[in-house]
Nanobody, 123 residues
Framework: QVQLVESGGGLVQAGGSLRLSCAAS????????MGWIRQAPGKEREVVAA????????YYADSMKGRITISRDNAKNTVYLQMDSLKPEDTAIYYC????????????????WGQGTQVTVSS
């Protein structure tokens, strides 16, 4: 089992920035690919970013590419999502998730999920 706890969400004006963090505990964090997934009201979950277990491979959704950066610190068992130039349409619950097969891509192939953190972008 891997336990994941997100933090860093909140209310921000359009054009602003937020940095989300996800702290992991349980199994060896460096064995897992990690992703950030969001779900807006009435919409499907979308993988916005993913990173391989060593940090060398990344994926970004077109909807946020160029405005977000995913990174991880295996020594701190933490994955981050830096979000800049935020738009009202980025309003969603953001989840981090772990994949034991080190998948990096747009599919929802994750084994463990956090509870999510709310991001609200006002216009």
């Amino acid at each position: 089992q891997v336990q994941l706890v997100e933090s860093g969400g909140g209310l921000v004006q359009a054009g602003g920035s937020l940095r989300l963090s996800c702290a992991a505990s349980g199994r060896t964090f460096s064995n897992y690919g990690m992703g950030w997934i969001r779900q807006a009201p009435g919409k499907e979950r979308e993988v916005v970013a993913a990173i391989g277990k060593r940090g060398g491979r990344t994926y970004y959704a077109d909807s946020m590419k160029g405005r977000i950066t995913i990174s991880r610190d295996n020594a701190k068992n933490t994955v981050y999502l830096q979000m800049d130039s935020l738009k009202p349409e980025d309003t969603a619950i953001y989840y981090c998730a772990a994949d034991r097969y080190d998948y990096v891509g747009p599919d929802l192939l994750y084994d463990y999920w956090g509870q999510g953190t709310q991001v609200t972008v006002s216009s």
